[in-house]
């Protein structure tokens, strides 16, 4: 993704990668329902490492050619708010890490971890839902509060 994107192309591949992540999020919800077999096991391991990929794609798309930097331009008050999104981002990147690292040693034969991976993976959707409506709430405060007054 080394070339520029225009607005409306980054603008798809953000709502584009919201959706491929809140699929996967569901499936492996679903595949947590029960007490996942060691097939389901293996699976569930390569959904969290698709998910981990996917996640660390929407990251650098939203920091790289980000809606969060156009706002920053647009309204300079709010770059603090901006810098502290993007760690964040890095701290799933690291959480995602660590819970894709537990499954693996799930795979491995450490079976009786599976509750624990279960609850990492739940206490990060949790996190990861608290920091999308962050962002959302900062996009619709910039374009209501600083955009919205243009006109």
């Known amino acids: 993704m080394e070339e520029m994107l225009s607005s409306r192309e980054m603008i798809k591949v953000m709502v584009d990668d919201h959706q491929l992540i809140a699929k996967t999020i569901n499936l492996l919800r679903l595949a947590f329902e029960d007490s996942p077999n060691e097939d389901q096991i293996k699976d569930i391991a390569r959904l969290i490492s698709s998910l981990r990929e996917n996640l660390i794609r929407h990251f650098k798309v939203e920091e790289d ?8 331009f647009e309204a300079p008050h709010i770059k603090c708010n901006v810098k502290d999104l993007c760690d964040e981002h890095r701290d799933m990147v690291d959480g995602i890490n660590q819970i894709c690292r537990c499954f693996q040693e799930v795979v491995g034969g450490e079976v009786s971890m599976v509750s624990k991976c279960r609850d990492d993976f739940v206490d990060f959707v949790t996190r990861l839902q608290n920091h999308e409506n962050r962002e959302n709430d900062l996009i619709l405060e910039v374009y209501n509060y600083d955009m919205g007054g243009r006109g």
């Open 65 to 72: 050619y980000g809606l969060l930097q156009e706002l920053a």
